[in-house]
């Protein structure tokens, strides 16, 4: 076979019908996806696909509602239950265990965003780096929600401040959602994800944080995982993810 042949063996082998592809991601049925398509919903690089489209699965960029998808076969989208004193990286410097550490590691994978060396709880890690920026991008960021006990009971005054906002080293904090749980814990929703966010915005009512976890990322949430446990995302979750970083940088924009 000569180096052309190959060549285009090479991309009769990526490519697949584009339905297919959809179908694979958790949209729907084949037919459903059929439907997405042909209602103008599905863009190819830019451009309107059209009933029997095929994609190359390593090169071309697919748009759903204007959103990005990944399509490629090897993306990986793992949710980890994070101990504490690990470091959301890939590698550390200082030589501290990282989550990577604790997921499978045959392809080179990232968190998304970060939870703090002391924190725990969800975090997702993957190789789809379009999802990364949809999900921790400021004009995406999907709600994280967190418990936290803090060192004293903490009065209505100091969640009323959390709720609008509290001025940081970096500037003001977005308005939080906060529910009193119980004198010492609260649970509160953020979307923004500056460094040790949470710690610095319960500082700034006077209130050291004693312990943080992290209970949902947008839609994703699992209380059976127990911690240093990790599972591979649904196709279903990933694209209720997706869905939720669009859709909350529609709202926050209008």
């Given at each position: ?12 082998v990526l490519s697949e019908k584009l339905h297919k ?234």
């Amino acid at each position: 076979m000569g180096e052309n042949s190959a060549s285009e063996a090479g991309k009769a082998v990526l490519s697949e019908k584009l339905h297919k592809v959809l179908a694979r991601l958790g949209y729907g049925s084949r037919r459903s996806c059929e439907n997405m398509i042909a209602e103008g919903r599905v863009e190819v690089n830019g451009q309107v696909a059209h009933i029997g489209a095929r994609v190359n699965v390593e090169a071309d960029s697919v748009m759903v509602d204007g959103k990005q998808v990944g399509i490629r076969p090897d993306f990986v989208y793992i949710l980890l239950n994070k101990p504490p004193e690990f470091i959301s990286a890939v590698t550390d410097p200082l030589g501290r265990p990282t989550v990577t550490d604790l997921v499978p590691s045959e392809v080179r994978l990232f968190p998304v965003g970060r939870l703090d060396y002391d924190s725990e709880g969800l975090l997702i890690i993957t190789n789809d780096g379009d999802l990364t920026n949809l999900v921790t991008h400021p004009s995406h960021g999907v709600d994280k929600e967190y418990l936290v006990h803090v060192d004293g009971p903490i009065s209505e005054r100091a969640i009323a401040r959390l709720r609008r906002g509290v001025e940081l080293e970096d500037g003001m904090s977005a308005p939080a959602k906060v529910g009193k749980v119980s004198d010492d814990l609260i649970r509160i929703t953020i979307h923004e994800g500056r460094n040790r966010q949470v710690r610095r915005m319960c500082e700034a009512v006077g209130h050291k944080v004693v312990r943080l976890a992290r209970t949902r990322i947008g839609p994703i949430r699992d209380q059976r995982l127990r911690q240093g446990e990790w599972r591979y995302l649904e196709l279903s979750e990933v694209v209720a993810l997706r869905n939720a970083a669009s859709q909350t940088n529609v709202t926050r924009h209008r």
